[in-house]
């Protein structure tokens, strides 16, 4: 039976007013970060060649978020949009740059060594986490935030070893740290052992932790190491659902009361995002994306990727680091490094790396 009209035209409009009040609570956050961002190219274009936009962006972030008055909570919507959904809307953009032969080629490189990083550090969190006396749930979360997809990872597997928030606010803020660190510190070292961008890019795919930071330090470094580490922890990221799947069942052979979530974990851990970034690489496999469209979808993926890291930085909280504690900052530091220097041995020593 088909409603009346004044009725359609009623649901309608309380459509866009939903429409038009996200929009609005959404606004000032995304304008923050696109000022930031716009300032960061500005400086960036300055500033000698070592201090790039994405380092500027996300060192303007955390100034603005830390410094003098606090930002407005009404800044924190727009914030996360551009965190999560700009950030992975840029990714999906990058594909454009890349055929699908060379996507293909550079994680099946990939794909040995990304499996046994995350086993290495799964076990090392672990193990770790039992020398020092964790609680293992919040052992295991920063195994999975290292090993697998920072904080998304941890989000995703918490309902399914029943975390307690505090358990799971602790492994966040381990992971943000570190994955900050290298930001800074990665690009510094492979500048110091001279990497190649190849292999940095594959290094900083597979050792760093949230999305988010392995372009940011891939892409501090140089634009051909970000699209390797782009593809690498594109891998990780689709790992991210069986590894939840291995999770419980471990969990509950453990004798560990677990939750009953694990297959909402498991939808909300399957990467779309990654499907879109195989989509556009299809594209320009197939020359539906020339190379003469490809430059300007890159540009637009860059600026995107620019205003999410500026978001990244904004949404650092110096106050919530300081407060993990030194039991889950050892735990983290001793995860980190063991993942950092194995992969970089492996890497360096043995070639592994796609070519």
């Not at 009404?74 to 060379?102: D, E």
């Not at 920063?142 to 492994?171: L, Q």
């Not at 890019?201 to 782009?230: E, F, M």
């Amino acid at each position: 039976m088909e409603l009346p009209h004044h009725v359609r035209e009623g649901v309608r409009g309380a459509e866009r007013s939903a429409r038009l009040s996200s929009i609005g609570r959404l606004a000032p956050g995304l304008a923050v970060a696109v000022a930031v961002a716009i300032v960061a190219r500005l400086v960036a274009d300055a500033a000698p060649a070592y201090l790039n936009e994405i380092l500027v962006a996300v060192l303007l972030g955390i100034v603005f978020a830390n410094v003098g008055r606090p930002l407005p909570a009404s800044v924190a919507p727009g914030v996360r949009f551009a965190v999560q959904r700009v950030l992975r809307f840029g990714i999906i953009l990058l594909g454009a740059r890349l055929s699908l032969q060379a996507v293909v080629a550079i994680g099946a490189g990939a794909l040995g060594l990304v499996l046994v990083s995350m086993s290495v550090a799964f076990t090392a969190a672990i193990l770790v986490g039992r020398g020092l006396r964790l609680p293992p749930r919040l052992a295991l979360l920063i195994g999975v935030g290292t090993a697998v997809c920072g904080n998304s990872a941890i989000v995703a597997t918490a309902p399914v070893i029943d975390a307690e928030d505090r358990e799971t606010s602790f492994a966040v803020a381990t992971i943000t740290l570190f994955g900050t660190l290298a930001l800074f510190l990665y690009p510094f070292i492979g500048h110091a052992l001279a990497l190649g961008d190849t292999t940095f890019g594959v290094w900083s795919g597979v050792a760093v932790n949230d999305t988010s930071q392995v372009v940011a330090t891939s892409g501090a470094y140089s634009l051909a190491a970000r699209d390797v580490a782009t593809v690498v922890k594109l891998v990780r990221n689709a790992l991210m659902a069986p590894l939840i799947v291995g999770i419980a069942w471990w969990w509950r052979r453990s004798g560990e009361a677990a939750g009953q979530n694990v297959g909402r974990s498991v939808r909300s851990a399957v990467p779309l995002f990654v499907l879109g970034f195989l989509a556009l690489a299809l594209l320009r496999t197939l020359g539906i994306i020339t190379p003469a469209l490809a430059g300007p979808i890159d540009y637009a993926a860059t600026t995107l990727i620019l205003i999410a890291l500026a978001g990244v930085g904004l949404n650092t909280r110096v106050v919530q680091l300081r407060s993990i504690g030194a039991t889950p900052f050892f735990a983290g530091l001793a995860t980190a490094s063991v993942l950092a220097a194995l992969s970089l041995s492996v890497i360096v020593g043995l070639g592994v790396a796609p070519h």
